[in-house]
């Protein structure tokens, strides 16, 4: 883990991503990880951001949506991290599905550089597909599903902890037949510093803190 200074250099409005960031490479998360940000002038939010990878960018990475109102270019950022367990796409994996059940699909996009750069084919199970995706990745509804599943080597997820055993449940016959990764969207005030327990994450194994164990899990983890 690294802490260091990053600074806001572009905002978009596009759905994909929400601003750039430039940061020492050793910041830069892999998709599914996080860094906690602050800005130390914003006197308002004594507690960090958690911030995500939506890909790559010079000099630093695209932060995915939402980010605070007031970062603004020129922003500078105190940053910690990279924290977490993040996605393990296989090298192996030619047929590569994503699933985006939240309000963005921008954590899993992290995912499509190195998936197309291994060749595999990519599909999008999203009901609000972002524009300006790369022609390569074809988009379905998120009914598509457990056909999807059949069809994919890989299968990642990113999903509302609310929402996350009424979704598993309803698809863990198609789930438990591919080697399947779940992002779990949940607040992660302390990152794992304070053991406070927010993000706490229902498994298998009991409780799992999903600031430390998370925020990826295996499906199979967490299907009851
Ligand atoms: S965010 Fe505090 S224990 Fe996970």
Redesign the pocket.
Known sequence: MHTAKGCITEIYLDGRRAARLSCPPALIPAPGKYLLAHDATDFNSPLPHPIYSAGTAPGGFYLTPPIPPNWQPGTELTLRGPLGHGFSLPESARFVALAAFGSTSARLLALLEPALAQKAAIVLLTDYPPAGLPSAVEISRLSALPETAHWADYFAIDLPHFSMETVLKSNAQHLNSVNAQVFIET??????????????VRSRKGYQ????DGPVFDVKQLIA
């Open positions: 607040p992660v005030p302390c990152g794992g510093m304070a053991d406070c327990g927010v993000c706490a803190l999903a600031c430390k």
